[in-house]
């Protein structure tokens, strides 16, 4: 076990005294994961407030209180833009919705429920239906505070009945009786407004016009919570395929250049040899998962779901690769022929794989077909303890076919190796 | 304490070895001499276990199998290739071997010390193997092999590609080692090596072994006459009185020379003095490794 160690450790040095080999083992699977995490940074987070834009053209107390009560709804962005200017930021679809308060908005019960001109207009893309009835929906609350507001206003109310009784009084056509009535009404409601304490009035239309309990569910969500859990896993495996090919290209060069030959006239059996290139590349794959797990739970805040699953995905994802490093020695006879076609194939397995495409965004044929790669039983080991919530049962499945995936490489390799020597 | 019985190789279906037999004492310097492609290497790789014959064995120290442990401690094989780690320095690189040969602590220290020293490459030690010389990288090649001391030593062309102080440098250690009785065995297609270091030559060319004995046996043998030219102070006024003390009828006389050949170059040449001539000067071309090449082959060396 010594001698491994050794080896090992002499391999570990060859590597690192090389920039370039630290580079795209260490240092490009940080990059990946920063620039598609920057990339798809839209994932995980809530759904923001519907963007609508507001043409004031009445411009009056009640109208800029009414935007105030609209821009203070979490639901709404509001975007302060000229009637052109919001129409065409609805045609280009940069806003959701475009609301014209238009001269008169405030004036009174007469402006607001005036059906045959509206004083507000809401201007939308007939299709988005739902957009608009959710919008129509946010401004009548909207309005029913606002006007809540105005309810509590004792002069602002008898001006208002001032114009009813003034209304009433200037109708033709209309019975005397009837019209006795609605003015009894006016009268007990002026006086009322006049008589009544400022501590019973308020009470009268304090609170919500409609009034009712909230109940918080947050909707159970099952996606990642941040890119970074979708980006990280990949940059696992990203400086994973570097050391692989790094290290099958390592053994391919020390047959070419007769280390390999020197080592096994020495008092070593091939197994040593093979055995201490399979623990430098597994030390430096465990170094790389540790790099980054740690560098994207501290810096980029990337919870990990369940760490104890974590650590046999990472083990297993690191055994297999260690197997396919050994099979991937054996497919060339110099540095060049196995560097090529280990990295055309390792290229093909994170294609395919999920290495660079999210398995979550390929086409559903896609996402069978990647069965057949490594890369993704890794990402899926590794995601299943990031975010996806994995049980341990559900853990074993990819790690089993890992291992055998890796196994099978190993053995393969081996056997090919001593046949590639005799 | 090696002894190689018919030993053959194929490559497919080329012959690489085709029955090699020999075998070298202990404390003897024992030369394969083949141009490339002769099968020297072949022969090395079997020696020490790297390659398996297709029929023939290997005796190293009594046991049969260059696979084992001991046998494998008791050999020290200086490939043709730079077998060394290029990023790391000399010394890192004699460590790392000397691990591997069970050494460490204060006996691989010194060990790592002696080998530096006997590679000339104590100064420089730190620095990374690629920036040497091809020289330098030939010498750590050699002792990286000495490093557990051992008592056999198969050097596979040690000095191909280095400069003529390296190759003294090399020369002088295996004459070193073979002085400490050391059994060795020395691959070359350089016949002045073989010459120098080695006290049995084996001639192989094609995968077979074409004779083998000492340097002066196989040049007696196939080496041809030694070619004489003899200039003297006078001009020769009778050459019939000449001719008695030269063994050969085929003598060239110009009128102050004569050319001959002859299989007793020095007893040719002191009979010719004790005739009473007076030299001016004396050319004495001896047959060599090449001549014995050329005679048993047709071909030289080099071809």
Known sequence: ?422 | MIKAENLKKYYGATVALDDVSFEVQKGETFGLLGPNGAGKTTTIKLLCGLLRPDAGTVTLDGKTDPGQIEVRLSLGVVPQSLALYEELSALENLRFFGKIYGLNGQKLKERVRDCLDIAGLAKRCKERVSKYSGGMKRRLNMVCSLLHDPPILLLDEPTVGVDPQSRNLIFETIEAMGKEGRTIIYTTHYMEEAQRLCDRVAIIDHGRILDMDSVENLITRHGGPSHIEAEFEEKLSDVNKIKPFVDNKDIQFEETKIIFQTSRPMESLAKLNSSGVRFRSLKVQTADLEDVFLNLTGRRLRD
Not at chain 1, 33 to 43: C, H
Not at chain 1, 257 to 278: E, Q, S
Not at chain 1, 312 to 341: D, H, K, W, Y
């Open chain 1, 1 to 422: 076990m010594n001698k491994a160690i050794f080896l090992a450790v002499k391999d570990l040095r060859v590597l690192i005294s090389d920039k370039g080999n630290i580079f795209w083992v260490f240092g490009f699977p940080v990059l990946f994961a920063l620039f598609f995490g920057a990339i798809y940074s839209g994932i995980g987070k809530g759904p923001s407030g519907m963007e609508i834009a507001v043409v004031n053209e009445d411009n009056s107390e009640f109208s800029n209180a009414y935007i105030s009560k609209l821009e203070s709804d979490e639901a709404l962005k509001i975007v302060d833009l000229s009637r052109d200017e919001a129409v065409e930021q609805v045609r280009k679809g940069k806003v959701a919705a475009a609301i014209i308060l238009n001269k008169g908005f405030g004036d009174g019960f007469e402006a607001l429920f005036n059906r045959d001109e509206p004083k507000l207009e809401i201007a939308s893309d007939p299709s988005r239906k739902m957009e608009s009835g959710y919008l129509q929906g946010l401004l009548a609350k909207a309005q029913f505070e606002a006007l809540s507001e105005k309810f509590m206003d004792r002069q602002w109310m008898k001006n208002q009945i001032n114009l009813w009784r003034n209304e009433l009084e200037n109708t033709t056509g209309l019975d005397a009786g009837q019209a006795d009535l609605y003015l009894s009404f006016i009268d007990s409601f002026d006086t009322l407004l006049t008589d009544v304490n400022d501590e019973n009035f308020g009470a009268g239309f304090d609170g919500d016009i409609l009034n009712f309990a909230k109940l918080d569910v947050s909707r159970e969500y099952e996606g990642p919570v941040t890119a970074f859990q979708i980006t990280f896993p990949q940059a696992m495996l990203w400086g994973i395929l570097g050391c692989t090919a790094t290290f099958a290209i390592s053994i391919v060069k020390e047959r070419t250049n007769g280390t390999f030959d020197r080592l096994r006239i020495g008092p070593l059996g091939r197994a040593h040899i093979l055995a201490g290139k399979g623990l430098a590349c597994f030390i430096t794959c465990i170094l790389i998962m540790c790099i980054l797990s740690i560098g994207a739970k501290t810096i980029f805040k990337m919870p990990i779901s369940n760490l104890l699953l974590f650590i046999p995905a990472a083990f297993c994802t690191v055994l297999c690769f260690v197997g396919l490093m050994m099979f991937i020695c054996t497919l060339g006879r110099t540095e060049q022929s196995a560097g090529g076609a280990g990295w055309a194939i390792l290229m093909i397995m994170a294609m395919i794989g999920g290495g660079m495409v999210p398995l979550a965004f390929m086409p559903s044929w896609l996402r069978s077909f990647s069965h057949i790669s490594p890369v993704k039983w890794s990402i899926f080991a590794l995601e299943g303890a990031i975010w996806r919530n994995f049980s341990l049962i559900e853990m074993i499945n990819p790690c089993l076919v890992l291992l055998a995936i890796g196994f099978t490489s190993f053995l393969l390799g081996v056997v090919m190796l001593r046949r590639q020597e005799d």
